[in-house]
């Protein structure tokens, strides 16, 4: 697998998304830093929220990465060079797993690199403890590579590069959006201050009363296992606000395990894959 | 003679379709084998089956001897195959495409490469990206990549479709120089018979899944039947006189015919001069590679 790995990666360095990808996404990075230094000069105090924050960002490059690396392999046909020459189904899956997965934590590297250089120049720090720093960025890079395993099933299964990068981000827009609802819902208040309106047609506001949205009981314990286990609900809650995050401790161990799964289902389905 | 492949009652179903209907056939060592066929009549899904593209539903071939059952992968480190179209990375250079898979082989080094590119043609392109290349240079790529890990087989399918007649020149040129001074065994899959027919030492004839024959290229020659094309000014007097001197013919239009067998050339003109009939041109003619095919095969409905 390692002649596979170093010519995926050379050809990695050779590919003009790679580095269109991480230039977006160290510029945006950057200028996130910049722009909320303009409007409130106290925000480059907290550089390391803005790193964790860009995790979501990074998402969005490494999905359109993935599907226009792993999709160029089916369009060109070029996996099937590796093919021919006896280079097994596993080990090519395996190697462009590692691939895609490098990647991201590139992607990752690159926006904390231009972070920390922008925020470094306008005098900037950390802004929370070294060791939620370190948590929070445990969970984003697992998170992170469940999703590059999910990218990479994707990619291995498909066979035409439009259909991969289709399936591709509406799968990542999807798993967003469920991730923000599952976090906005769980968001709501247990109690809300109530408005009454009396026979004379005035309005009365003060008490609190029970929240119509807000979920409770065995629906939330689900919601919220969902949401900790989804490595997009992790990503959206990592990036959400300073503080401790729920079951930080679990969020990688449920990230390797969103890993695993995808990779044993993309593995044993790919095995078996009629290519053309 | 020994064989490099072997296929033994293959089997491809996609669905209720039957790509191969228990296909056998035998590549012996150093041939430049034609396989033949109608569109869809499972020439690509063999070669893909061979080259581990997909999976066979039932029966085995043995490639270097090596049963497909077995451990496969080593045999076919040996060989190297364009299925279709190359596969190339369009975004890099000729030079890039071929040290892509010097590092997939796990090659030493690159200095192998000006060779292979001097062999097919592509030593001057530069640093012009494979995109650019035309139809023709992608084809000699394609092999050139085939060619990487120093095979002693190769499988082409359709190697010369949509190319202009230059182009089919120069493929043609390098399989032949290929064969002759590398000594590759070459499996050319194409519907084009005339040119497959300036190639092949060996002929294997597919339909509807299955081969329908293997043939040497000289076997082939002596069977193929030799006959006289004459120009005429009348077929039907013409048709008269050879039936009355018992020779087989075939009337191809008004003015032509072919005449089979041994004639006298001066017996025929004075019978026809005889018949009214005046003989404007006559010529020996080979019964062509297609003439073979269709008599083997049949005319498809389509056709």
């Known amino acids: ?276 | 003679m020994e064989n490099i492949l072997t296929t033994s009652n293959l089997v491809k179903k996609y669905h209720k379709f039957t790509a191969l209907d228990g296909l056998s056939m035998n590549v012996p060592k150093g041939a430049i084998y034609g396989f033949v066929g109608r569109n869809g009549a499972g020439k690509t899904t063999l070669i893909r089956l061979i080259c581990g593209l997909q999976f066979a539903t039932a029966g085995t071939f043995t490639l270097y001897g090596t049963e497909s059952t077995g451990d496969i992968s080593k045999a076919r480190r040996r060989m190297g195959a364009v299925v279709e179209t190359p596969s190339i990375y369009l975004d890099m250079t000729a030079e890039d495409n071929l040290k892509e898979q010097y590092r997939v082989l796990g090659m030493p080094s690159f200095k192998g490469i000006p060779e292979l590119l001097k062999l097919v043609g592509l030593e001057n392109t530069g640093h012009k990206k494979a995109r650019n290349f035309s139809l023709g240079m992608r084809q000699r790529l394609g092999i050139a990549i085939a060619l990487c890990g120093d095979p002693d087989f190769l499988l082409l399918d359709e190697p010369i479709n949509g190319l202009d007649p230059q182009g089919i020149i120069e493929i043609r040129e390098l399989i032949l120089k290929l064969n002759r001074e590398r000594q590759i065994t070459v499996l050319i899959s194409s519907h084009i018979l005339d040119e497959l027919s300036r190639l092949a030492t060996h002929y294997g004839f597919i339909d509807k899944g299955r081969i329908v024959k293997e043939i040497s290229a000289e076997q082939l020659e002596k069977e193929c039947r030799k006959c006289a094309r004459v120009s005429v000014s009348d077929t039907k007097k013409l048709a008269t006189v050879l039936d009355g001197v018992g020779l087989e013919y075939a009337v191809i239009d008004e003015r032509t015919a072919d005449i089979y067998g041994e004639i006298s050339i001066t017996k025929l003109t004075d019978r026809l001069k005889n018949a009214g009939c005046e003989l404007f041109s006559i010529n020996e003619h080979d019964e062509s590679l297609e003439a073979y095919f269709i008599n083997l095969v049949g005319v498809s409905e389509n056709d």
């Not at chain 1, 050779?14 to 990808?21: E, G, I, L």
């Not at chain 1, 992607?107 to 920390?116: I, S, T």
Request: glycine share 8%; aromatic share 8%; proline share 3%.
């Open chain 1, 1 to 276: 697998m390692t002649r596979l790995l170093r010519a995926n990666f050379a050809r990695l360095w050779k590919t003009t998304s790679f580095w269109v990808c991480t230039a977006i996404s160290a510029v945006l990075s950057a200028a996130s830093v910049v722009s909320g230094y303009m409007i409130r000069p106290i925000s480059v105090e907290y550089m390391g929220t803005s790193m964790i924050s860009n995790a979501s960002n990074a998402l969005l490059f490494i999905a359109i990465f993935a599907a226009l690396y792993l999709g160029t392999d089916h369009s060109n046909g070029t996996i099937r060079n590796k093919l021919i020459i006896g280079r097994t189904r596993i080990e090519i899956y395996f190697a462009n797993l590692i691939t895609i997965i490098a990647f991201g934590i590139m992607q990752l590297g690159a926006a904390y690199a231009a972070v920390h250089v922008a925020g470094a120049f306008l005098g900037g720090n950390l802004g929370m403890p070294a060791g939620e720093f370190a948590m929070k960025t445990l969970v984003c890079v697992c998170a992170l590579a469940a999703m590059c395993a999910l990218f990479t099933v994707i990619g291995m299964l498909c066979s035409s590069k439009s259909l991969i990068v289709t399936i591709t981000l509406i799968s990542v827009f999807a798993l967003m959006l469920t991730g923000a609802l599952i976090t906005q819902r769980l968001a709501e208040p247990e109690l809300v201050t109530g408005a009454s309106i009396d026979e004379n047609g005035n309005l009365h506001i003060g008490g609190q009363v029970p929240n119509p949205l807000y979920v409770s009981g065995v629906q939330r314990d689900i919601l919220t296992a969902v949401n900790d286990v989804l490595p997009m609900g992790q990503l959206i809650q990592a990036t959400a606000g300073s503080g401790s995050l729920h079951a930080e401790e679990l969020m990688p161990l449920y990230s390797l395990g969103v890993l695993a799964v995808s990779t044993a289902v993309g593995v044993v389905v790919f095995r078996k894959k009629d290519m053309k």
